[in-house]
């Protein structure tokens, strides 16, 4: 098992739907340990999400359920402590917290550039830097952030302008965690996906969703286990000799 033992903090995974719900268990079916952080987690959820995983994969795995709004930095310094009393360290950080509007430049208010850039930006830097307090004093560990296809090709599919710089920024953080923290051991990687069929693209119309589609060279949507394939990739050994890099999750409809 490609993860076993390893204690893994993946922030984003309250949806059943969502991309972090599928990271969640492919890495529990790899061995994880694994603490759920999320802004709406509760004890509910965090059942709901165990017995998931207990039904797909054929035990219950140790999942341990956090609320965390990682735009507050006290907050992150408070979940990753509670990890790391509860666990005794953390291993990897998967950060798919995010949120999408879609608004055309014009339309784009002060107000919603401050919640998208809040959540997606100043939330990754917030909580990779929580984390990476305690990967530098181990001197190991893995970061992934989900950034977006909308940082590379100029704009979402869903998302605006704002989406799309906040993922840019992801990109931009991700490298230059890299880059300094490298020395000591650490790596952080990006993963970049286009439309993957979760809760975001619930105001998709079909027609849109069609004609999305149809120009995709694999025809057809990305599914939240192909994403959490890319990240359980990152996140073991395999990839013991990447960092830095940008991992396309795409079908190809961004090739470059
Ligand atoms: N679905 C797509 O088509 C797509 C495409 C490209 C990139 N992405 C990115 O992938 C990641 C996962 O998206 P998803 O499609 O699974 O969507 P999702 O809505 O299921 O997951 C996002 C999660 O982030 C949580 N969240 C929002 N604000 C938060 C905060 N302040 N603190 C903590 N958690 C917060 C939400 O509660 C939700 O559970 C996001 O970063 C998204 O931008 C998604």
């Known amino acids: ?27 529990a079916q790899n061995g994880a340990r694994l603490a759920l952080v999320d802004l709406s987690m509760d004890e509910g ?12 994969i054929g035990h219950r795995p140790l999942i341990a359920g956090l609320r965390c709004d990682i735009e507050n930095p006290a907050d992150c ?18 950060n798919c917290a995010g949120i999408v509007q879609a608004r055309a430049m014009l339309s784009i208010a002060e107000t919603d550039y401050d919640r998208v850039l809040g959540v997606n930006l100043k939330g990754a830097f917030n909580i990779c830097k929580s984390a990476l307090a305690v990967f530098a004093g181990k001197k190991a560990g893995v970061i992934i952030n989900l950034a977006s296809v909308a940082a590379q090709r100029g704009g979402g599919l869903v998302g605006g302008a704002h989406y799309a710089a906040s993922k840019g920024g992801v990109v931009s953080l991700t490298r230059t965690i890299a ?36 120009a995709i060279p694999l025809q057809r949507a990305g599914r939240p286990l192909d994403v959490a394939g890319a990240c359980l990739f990152l996140a073991s050994d395999l990839s013991a000799y990447v960092t830095g890099a940008t991992i396309d999750v795409n079908g190809g409809s961004h090739i470059h």
């Open 1 to 27: 098992m490609l993860l076993q033992d390893k204690v893994c903090v993946i922030v984003g995974a309250s949806s059943l739907r969502g991309i972090g719900y599928a990271t969640a268990e492919l890495f």
């Open 45 to 56: 959820i965090v059942g709901d999400i165990a017995s998931s995983i207990a039904s797909s």
């Open 77 to 94: 310094e408070r979940a990753v402590a509670e990890v790391v009393a509860r666990f005794g360290t953390i291993d990897c950080l998967v």
């Open 179 to 214: 880059r300094e923290f490298g020395p000591v051991g650490v790596r952080a990687n990006v993963v970049c996906p286009s439309m993957v069929e979760t809760g975001m693209l619930d105001g998709l119309t079909r027609e849109k969703f069609d004609e999305i589609v149809s």
